[in-house]
């Protein structure tokens, strides 16, 4: 049932690129990015897009997107997951689902609470609220942990 396979140092800096935005007191999104094609997801880049930040919203400037796209290509990866942060509690919020930066079935929408502040690696799995895009294009919650779960942290 995994969907994403990520070490435990890009789940560190990710939640290093998520707290510097909430240090600000504004949301922050980071990209996990895995092969184009072939097995597994197996996350091999965080990436930090360009983005337009504020206390409850984040959003990508064209120019960041064109960025992105040119980063996929030369690449030949994907947008495995998109991870960000809210000020409060985690859940997907219907401007989430609006805006989502991936929309392909399988992707992942990860939110973590209080901008990442009290997040570490170690409760990562309890903080994070993860969300699958289904074939009807809606973002269901998923399990973390067990047998159900669509991501597994690796040393």
Request: charged share 20%.
């Amino acid at each position: 049932m995994i969907t994403a396979s990520i070490s435990a140092a890009q789940i560190r800096a990710t939640l290093d690129i998520l707290r510097a935005g909430g240090l600000r007191g504004h949301e922050r999104v980071v990209l996990w990015l895995g092969p184009a094609r072939g097995g597994p997801n197996r996350i091999c880049e965080v990436f930090e897009p360009e983005q337009e930040t504020a206390k409850d919203y984040f959003r990508l400037p064209p120019r960041s997107m064109s960025a992105l796209m040119t980063r996929l290509r030369t690449g030949r990866l994907k947008v495995v997951a998109q991870i960000h942060t809210h000020p409060g509690r985690a859940y997907h919020s219907d401007v989430d689902a609006e805006w989502a930066i991936v929309r392909h079935v399988g992707a992942l929408s990860l939110v973590l609470p209080r901008f990442a502040s009290s997040t570490t690696l170690e409760n990562f799995q309890e903080q994070v609220m993860t969300y699958e895009c289904a074939p009807d294009g809606t973002w269901v919650l998923v399990a973390n942990t067990g047998p159900q779960a669509r991501l597994e942290i690796t040393a």
